[in-house]
């Protein structure tokens, strides 16, 4: 796509740039390309200086881009409630300029979790069939990115997160909503206004569209074809964690040759297999393709075997739904890390579980590592308070026989950077028992 068709949104507008991280400066660089705008400025917590721009940074540094035509924002501002319904409607998001212009085929994929794998399977299978595909999104590429890249002939398989989905007016022609748990609640006002901003991802569809959609979550507001997914539900598409029922055929499970690790897998497999043929790949092709996936980093992520115990790290694992899912992934899990900021989130499903014994060893981290320790009852069950990860990685050393699994049902933040940081420390303390 031209860049210039990107005039008439910006022409004579005072703009504001509210963030200035990775999408920040991709909004500014566009800015300046076109060189319409009334006025430029960047509004961000920290100080900065950049040449001919307007800086506005500060502990008052929201409240000032109500004064702007068009706020740009980054999907890492937290809004909540401090703006009001007028200056919310002057944002506009990267993810929400390309659904609008619709440069070429979008597949939104979302959900609490699985969204990465679910977009990178997509993108796999398409490529897999010759077709010109793009992963760009919460994945870690802006949604503008690559925009010159987009002409009638691609597909972009975006990964939206609620951050990206909260301002959205459009969405797009294939919508895959995976799941919704409680999930960065410090962003929104409460839970509802999360899940909103999930459902936005198929709510302003048009007829035609197609939105694929856990069934546990309807009714659901959408435009176009609604198919639905279940994990040991019957739907459209589902799966019994073996094989896949895929829209009226039965994939067996000696056909699923892959690389990914957990029952939970199969349902994004299945998933992203129908998002895949419904924007026009071959599902045999497909099929041939999957041994190839490997897998994303930090998800179930096999680090090494040591002295007979395997240790995994799921440090994408944010949630008790999905300390829970990883568990069950395997058979003989023998010890589990937990632990991490405290959200405020409830723990009780993952205290019921942790209470059944079938994970003998519980390594708590600080600080949600106390609340989800009250809630173990079961005197059978191991637990072991620490300090920090160098001191529960030598603890799972000396109690685990098995598998020690680091699935911390908690965010890293004020510990770590982000749940990258969090995965890469684990493996190379891991790594350094060798």
Request: hydrophobic residues 40%; negative net charge; proline residues 4%.
């Amino acid at each position: 796509m031209n860049i210039k068709k990107l005039i008439p949104v910006f022409e004579g507008k005072r703009c504001v740039i509210l963030g200035f991280g990775r999408e920040g400066r991709i909004w500014l660089d566009i800015l300046r390309r076109l060189n319409v705008c009334a006025e430029i400025a960047v509004a961000d917590m920290n100080p900065f200086d950049i040449e001919g721009v307007t800086a506005i940074s500060g502990s008052g540094y929201l409240e000032k881009c109500a004064e702007y035509d068009l706020i740009l924002q980054s999907p890492g501002v937290i809004i909540k409630d401090k703006l009001d319904a007028a200056a919310k409607a002057k944002i506009l998001t990267q993810t929400e300029l390309l659904l609008r212009l619709k440069p070429c085929r979008i597949i939104g994929v979302t959900g609490t979790k699985g969204k990465s794998t679910t977009s990178s399977l997509i993108h796999h299978f398409l490529t897999a069939c010759g077709m010109k595909s793009m992963l760009i999104g919460n994945i870690g590429v802006p949604p503008l990115e690559r925009l010159e890249e987009m002409d009638e002939d691609a597909v972009a398989v975006c990964e939206m997160s609620c951050h990206q989905l909260e301002f959205v007016r459009h969405s797009p022609e294939i919508a895959v909503l995976l799941n919704i748990y409680p999930e960065h609640l410090d962003h929104y006002i409460d839970f509802n206004a999360y899940a909103n901003a999930k459902r936005n991802i198929c709510r302003f569809q048009a007829a035609g569209d197609t939105v694929i959609a856990n069934a546990e979550l309807l009714p659901l507001e959408h435009g176009g074809r609604l198919v639905t997914a279940g994990f040991n539900i019957p739907a459209d598409i589902w799966t019994d964690g073996r094989g896949i029922k895929l829209f009226g055929s039965d994939i067996p499970e000696e056909k699923i040759n892959t690389r990914l690790l957990g029952k939970h897998n199969r349902y994004n497999i299945a998933v992203a297999l129908a998002a895949a043929v419904s924007a026009g790949a071959e599902i045999d092709r497909c099929l041939e393709a999957l041994p190839d996936f490997k897998g994303l980093e930090h998800r179930l992520e096999h680090v090494a075997d040591i002295g007979g115990v395997e240790y995994i790290n799921d440090s994408i694992c944010t949630i008790p739904e999905a300390a829970v899912a990883a568990v069950r992934a395997f058979d003989g899990t023998d010890c589990i890390i937990l632990g991490g900021m405290d959200r405020g989130i409830s723990y009780r499903l993952l205290g019921d579980f942790l209470n059944t014994g079938e994970v003998a060893n519980v390594i708590l981290l600080p600080d949600s590592g106390r609340r989800i320790g009250e809630l173990i009852t079961n005197p059978a069950v191991n637990v072991i308070h620490v300090n920090d990860m160098e001191q529960a990685v030598r603890a799972a050393h000396g109690c685990a026989k098995k598998r020690v699994l680091l699935s911390p049902a908690s965010a890293s933040y004020g510990f770590y950077k982000n749940f990258e940081e969090r995965g890469r420390h684990f493996k190379q303390l891991v790594n350094a028992l060798k």
